[in-house]
């Protein structure tokens, strides 16, 4: 036997997607992980009501992230999650939307591999494909869209990589999903109009997706700013951007 405490390691973790907010949206898999766990590490954004699953004694901790000081929390969560898997838990680690999009899980999965940790990833319905179901607008479009990009409108400012390059992707004709976009919404819709964007666009925001709070705008790309301003439309939303969206309507109302 080793005496290194990695090989002591009796604990599992899941990383689970919680879906978008509305409780039914998670995975029939995610919802019996919340149910058999020891502990249940959550986000802020996590609908209460899946907390309830969880057996009699299970420890729940919001680890919650709220915007700004992300690296000082994500480490203690990462601590934390190490700590109760070697304690020999069963750990949940709920997290919005698809654990693997925009939600650092990638992160998370490297010190579960690092420490040696037995773990699995479930995957959740992401806000931007949840947002399209709300709207009941298809992303992607036989003639018109092949292609479909998430984007974060938030980077990490202390980033050393190079800066979104909105030429090249106005260039793709994509349509565009952002996530974290509203607090640089004008910079953003500017960048793409600079980028030789049309005006015209369609663009549709969808607030609070999938939960009582949701709120739908629908509008033109030259007018977004001008439109969530007056709307007083904020986080957390998601922002659609393209032809896709006007075809669909254009094609109904023809
Ligand atoms: N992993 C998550 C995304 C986390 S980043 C997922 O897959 O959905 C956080 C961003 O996601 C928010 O700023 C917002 O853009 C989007 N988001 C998350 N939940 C949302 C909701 N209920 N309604 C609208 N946008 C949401």
Redesign the pocket.
């Known amino acids: 036997m080793s005496s290194n405490p990695k090989h002591l390691s009796k604990g599992f973790v899941s990383i689970v997607?919680a879906?978008?907010?509305d409780p039914d949206l998670i995975t029939v898999k995610g919802r019996s992980r919340i149910e058999s766990c020891d502990s249940l590490l959550f986000d802020y954004?996590v609908d209460d009501r899946l907390l309830t699953w969880a057996k009699p004694g299970c420890e729940q901790i919001c680890v919650g992230k709220r915007?700004g000081m992300h690296s000082m929390e994500q480490f203690r969560i990462n601590e934390l999650m190490v700590r109760l898997a070697n304690e020999g838990k069963n750990v949940v680690r709920l997290?919005?939307?698809?654990?693997?999009?925009?939600?650092r899980?990638g992160e998370e999965i490297v010190v579960l591999r690092e420490q040696g940790i037995p773990f699995e990833v479930i995957p959740?319905?992401?806000?931007?494909?949840?947002?399209a179901a709300s709207l009941e607008q298809p992303l992607t479009h036989r003639e018109r869209a092949s292609t479909l990009l998430f984007v974060?409108?938030?980077e990490d400012p202390l980033k050393h990589r190079p800066r979104i390059n909105w030429n090249d992707v106005v260039v793709t004709h994509s349509t565009l999903v952002?996530?974290?976009?509203?607090k640089h919404l004008p910079d953003i819709v500017r960048e793409l109009l600079q980028a030789g964007k049309s005006p015209e666009t369609p663009v549709a925001v969808?607030?609070?997706?999938?939960?009582p709070r949701?709120r739908q705008h629908r509008g033109i790309l030259v007018d977004l700013p001008r439109d969530v301003q007056r709307l007083q439309l904020g986080?957390?939303?998601?922002?659609i951007i393209g032809d896709v969206l006007g075809f669909d309507r254009a094609q109904m109302e023809s």
């Open positions: 997607g879906g978008p907010g954004l915007s997290k919005g939307g698809d654990p693997l999009v925009f939600g899980g959740g319905v992401t806000a931007g494909i949840a947002a974060t409108g938030h952002i996530y974290m976009g509203m969808v607030e609070w997706v999938s939960t949701e986080a957390p939303s998601i922002v």
